[in-house]
């Protein structure tokens, strides 16, 4: 201003410059104004329902697990006296902020459990901590094998957003010993979600594990056949698995990964769903923190849980008397080998458990 003023002050000849440096003022005022107009709205679209008019398209489809309110900004948003706003009917929401600050601050809820159309291209940093899980001699372009794939399965994710008015328990059941004579049937059958993994057999089983079952998570070597109404969750380790169950669903060829796998799986095609490796290394670096080469299936099957559930409840977790991961139907002959070739860190599983329960997050039922 002190700049202006020998202007403001001068004669008819200056009177151009005046209007000039008025117009100057003029337009800058205008360009700050439709700024922070913008910002605004930027900043309130972002943190309101999660839609950014700048991201890609497809954006909205594969991560619609943001349109829950991001943790962050509820957290900021709401004064700390004040009524948290719930994001589930249930009489406890795994959604609900500001209940643990361990868990609001490791939880992500923009990372889509499932891999599809929307997030076939990994993040660089994924695919090579993926591809290193069980590496292959002989690799296949990601990208082809999965859309061939998508041509087979939906490639879409089921799950929708956070609905306050819904309350979608789920029952993550383990392979535990300790659910042997624990009687949880009527119990595990009373969820809406039943996720099951690997073998788990029910049938001779329903007093202590139930009879239903809604989501099976496996990968090829550990595969079965499923009723119809049943989702396979495939849970890849290498690019072999989507080849082979693209295979196993039509022509067959495949027959052998690094052990013998079933040429075809009569499953619910439409029912397919695939783990996405981006959420597999979101549990390792967030909730596992890199103990044990990497998290266990059950590990990722319960993280699955609380990114699709309002409630978790766990069952079937827990090893036996010297540490090894026993099962409820037979006699393990390899319950201790994770533990001599380190791949998980069944200990530091177990205090994760430990304090997700502490946090109200879910609820462990301990079996015998
Ligand atoms: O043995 P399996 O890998 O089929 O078991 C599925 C999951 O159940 C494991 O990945 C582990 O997380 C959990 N489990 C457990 N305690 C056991 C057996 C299994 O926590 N005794």
Redesign the pocket.
Known sequence: LSELRPWLRGGAEKGGRVRCSRRVWVLLGSLTLIFLTSLFFSVSLRGGVGFNYLEPPGWEESRRVKLVPSYAGAHRLSPPDSQQQKTCACPRCVGDPGVSDWFDENYDPDISPVWTRDNVQLPSDVYYWWVMLQPQFKPHSIQQVLLRLFQVIPGRSPYGSWDPGRCLRCAVV?????LRGAGYGATIDGHNYIMR????PTVGYEEDAGSHTTHHFMYPE?AKNLATNVSFVLVPFKTLDLVWITSALSTGQIRFTYAPVKQFLRVDKDKVQVFNPAFFKYIHDHWTRHHGRYP????L??FFALHVCDEVNVF?????SRG????YWEQ?RY?GEFRKTGV?D?DY??QIIQRLAKAGKITVFPGK
């Open positions: 383990g392979n535990s010993g300790n993994i690997n073998l788990a550990s266990s299936t059950g590990m099957v319960l079937g977790f827990g090893a036996d090894n991961w026993h099962h393990n319950s998980h069944a599983e177990a």
